[in-house]
Every structure is written in C-alpha cells, then in structure tokens.
C-alpha cells in the first residue's frame, strides 16, 4: 500500500489507525441500539422469521458474549484476565437478528467481567420489554426455563457464527500479540470489524440470513438514520 500511496508504511498505519477510531466515535452508539430502525414491528418481523424455523414466536434475536483475545498487558493484568477462558482480552455482546445483522452490539468491558455484568451494563433489558434468549450461567431457572433455553442453544449458534464472521473477515483481530493495551486501540479495531461484518451482511448477506431466510436490509436502509441527519 505505501508503493501505491506513496507513502511511508508509518504514515500508512496512523492514517489506518485514525479511521478506525473515527468509526467508532461515529458508530458506537449506533452499533449499541439503533431506534429508528429497530421498532417494535421490526422485532415482530424478525420474530415471525425465527417461529418459522422453529426458535419459537418471542424470539426476535440471540444474544451472546465473545472476549476479544489481546496480548497480555504490563499493567493491571488482572483487570482483562478471563478466568474462564484463561487468557487476557476485552468482552463485547451482541445480539445478531434473523437478517445475519448484529442489531446491537455493545462494548467493550474488561476480561475478568461475566457475562451478566455486560448484559446489565448494555441496559438492553430497558431498552427491549424482555429478553427473549440468552446465556443462562448465574441465575436460577425453572423448569419451563430451562426447556425453553435448551431448545433455543441449538438455534443461539447462529451469534456465534456471527462472531466467527468478524473474526474470519477482518483478521487483524486474530493476532492477539499485536493487540497492546496503550499502544494500539484494541477495542476500536474489534467495534469497527463488527460494523464493517454489518456493511458486508446488508450487500450479499451471509450464512444467517440465508438459514432463516430474512433478507438483509440494505445498505441505505441500515444507515438510514444517518441519511436523515444529513
């Protein structure tokens, strides 16, 4: 890329650099809950998608944790240190709909938290009237509960082939030694990968959409909001 620029490999990486935290200033809050586009006949439509392959009437989507793998740091090493994965990293969640988007997509937060810190922190619960599928680790459940969730894992594998799909298409995320808390923005490359997965999503669509046979919106429609500001 410097050969066809023109310009230095450094300068190259700065100006690589500063995009990526420009989009994640810029689409951060988008990423997190879109509220013009996610209305509630929005989540009816993807819910009717997901009954039909049978993930049941109330599901509109499948929410899941993923911890972005870094270098260990020189400092507070505790703080990103994942007890359960056993390696340092950042979380993120998301919830992916039945179109294969990432509806919301919320972080990041250090390694050591679980899950339920990050659920409670996104206030996705506020933001939808009920959570309609997700990890049950930490609470108590009921029967009912229970069944529910066991029917649902084999369809929640659909978030993690949405995580699967940042990874696999955006690789810089995959190599976790060049990913230095202070030297680079670690979180920033992961948020604008899971936007960039989106923009890719809504122009051919992915293995998502086509299982539960909801087509993507497209690209205007996704940054809809972002036309009317305009």
């Given at each position: 890329m410097a050969d066809w620029f023109g310009r230095s490999p450094g300068y190259m990486s700065s100006i690589c650099t500063?995009?990526?935290i420009h989009l994640q200033t810029r689409f951060q809050a988008f990423l997190h809950w879109d509220q013009h586009r996610l209305t509630k006949e929005k989540l009816?439509?993807?819910?009717?998608?997901?009954?039909?392959?049978?993930?049941?009437?109330?599901?509109w989507g499948?929410?899941?944790?993923?911890?972005?793998?870094?270098?260990?740091?020189?400092?507070?090493?505790?703080?990103?240190?994942?007890?359960?994965?056993?390696?340092?990293?950042?979380?993120?969640?998301?919830v992916i709909s039945?179109?294969?988007?990432?509806?919301?997509?919320?972080?990041?937060?250090?390694?050591?938290?679980?899950?339920?810190?990050?659920?409670?922190?996104?206030g996705l619960e506020e933001i939808v009237e009920r959570l309609f599928e997700g990890d049950a680790a930490g609470r108590?459940?009921?029967?009912?509960?229970?069944?529910?969730?066991?029917?649902?894992?084999?369809?929640?594998?659909?978030v993690e082939h949405g995580f699967g799909h940042?990874?696999?298409?955006w690789m810089r995320n995959s190599y976790h030694l060049t990913l230095r808390v202070g030297q680079t923005p670690v979180a920033s490359y992961y948020?604008?990968?899971?936007?960039?997965?989106?923009?890719?999503?809504?122009?051919?669509?992915?293995?998502i959409s086509r299982a539960f046979q909801c087509e993507?919106?497209?690209?205007?429609?996704?940054?809809?909001?972002?036309?009317?500001?305009?």
């Open positions: 500063d995009m990526v009816r439509f993807y819910a009717r998608h997901i009954d039909k392959v049978g993930g049941g009437d109330l599901v499948y929410v899941d944790g993923t911890l972005q793998k870094i270098c260990r740091p020189g400092e507070n090493q505790r703080l990103y240190y994942s007890g359960h994965k056993h390696y340092h990293g950042f979380k993120f969640q998301g039945p179109d294969g988007i990432f509806s919301s997509f919320f972080g990041p937060i250090i390694g050591s938290r679980g899950d339920w810190y990050i659920f409670g922190k996104s108590q459940l009921t029967g009912t509960q229970r069944e529910f969730n066991a029917q649902m894992s084999k369809k929640r594998v659909s940042i990874q696999q298409t948020l604008a990968a899971a936007l960039l997965a989106n923009f890719m999503t809504c122009l051919r669509g992915n293995q993507p919106p497209t690209l205007e429609e996704y940054l809809g909001v972002f036309r009317r500001d305009t």
